[in-house]
């Protein structure tokens, strides 16, 4: 059979099967949904751990004395933790350190990668200021001899060291290492290790039930046409095109 012959058959059978699909109405999807118990007290702790783990320490009080749910870790950790995080945000890595030490001085003792993470986002920021003599050192120093214990360390020791070979860094392949999403990246490390520390969840809940809704209801696209939540900001239902 020609490969024509063949996509013609496909087609035939995508279109048998969408076809039919089962048409679920608003009414019945709406009846089904409303037949799903979900206790306040369970969204409560929901929106109150995104609130924990993301570090919106206000906002979580304030839900806590509203709502009466408490959180699972002392709201004034959230604030030190916050520090950390807008230290490396704001290329201040070696308070971050010092923040993170403070805290708990095992995060970084049995953490080598996060620790390597810190000091490469330590030489970046040198790099930064175009402080070039001051990077080679640090980098010869502190990075090199953790390179040679590791081979992921030295290649993105020598990615890093890469960039003072460049007079102009936006033509440089790894620029990318100075935008700031490179401190965000560093700092949202340093935030889940913390968490961990604290035996919590190192990411919120709520972003993965989300992803599990888009997941569910694709599974679902291929066997029925529903009402739909094409955006979960508004979360409304659209009712299906038949």
């Not at 063949?6 to 999807?29: D, G, P």
């Not at 699972?72 to 604030?79: E, G, P, Q, S």
């Not at 809704?213 to 529903?226: G, H, V």
Request: charged share 30%; proline share 4%; hydrophobic share 40%.
């Amino acid at each position: 059979m020609s490969l024509f012959w063949i996509v013609i058959r496909r087609l035939a059978e995508i279109e048998a099967m969408a076809m039919s699909k089962k048409v679920i109405t608003r009414e019945e999807w709406e009846k089904k949904l409303n037949d799903v118990n979900i206790r306040k007290k369970d969204m409560n702790k929901l929106v109150m751990n995104f609130l924990v783990t993301e570090g919106y320490v206000d906002a979580a009080e304030k839900f806590r004395m509203e709502s009466g749910t408490e959180p699972d870790i002392d709201l004034a950790t959230i604030t030190d933790r916050m520090a950390v995080k807008k230290a490396v945000q704001s290329g201040n890595v070696e308070d971050a350190i010092e923040k993170v030490n403070d805290l708990n001085p095992e995060i970084l003792d049995t953490n080598p990668q996060l620790f390597f993470h810190l000091q490469q986002q330590r030489l970046i920021e040198l790099i930064r200021n175009g402080k070039v003599e001051e990077a080679l050192e640090f980098a010869q120093e502190e990075l090199a001899p953790r390179g040679e214990e590791n081979q992921s360390f030295l290649e993105e020791l020598e990615r890093t060291v890469a960039l003072l070979a460049f007079e102009d860094v936006t033509n440089c392949p790894v620029g990318e290492l100075l935008d700031i999403s490179q401190r965000l990246k560093t700092a949202s490390e340093v935030n889940a290790a913390i968490l961990t520390s604290q035996s919590h969840e190192k990411d919120p809940k709520l972003p993965s039930l989300l992803k599990m809704l888009i997941w569910a209801q694709n599974q679902l696209d291929e066997k029925a046409a529903y009402p739909r939540i094409n955006d979960l900001s508004t979360a409304m239902l659209e009712d299906p095109s038949v």
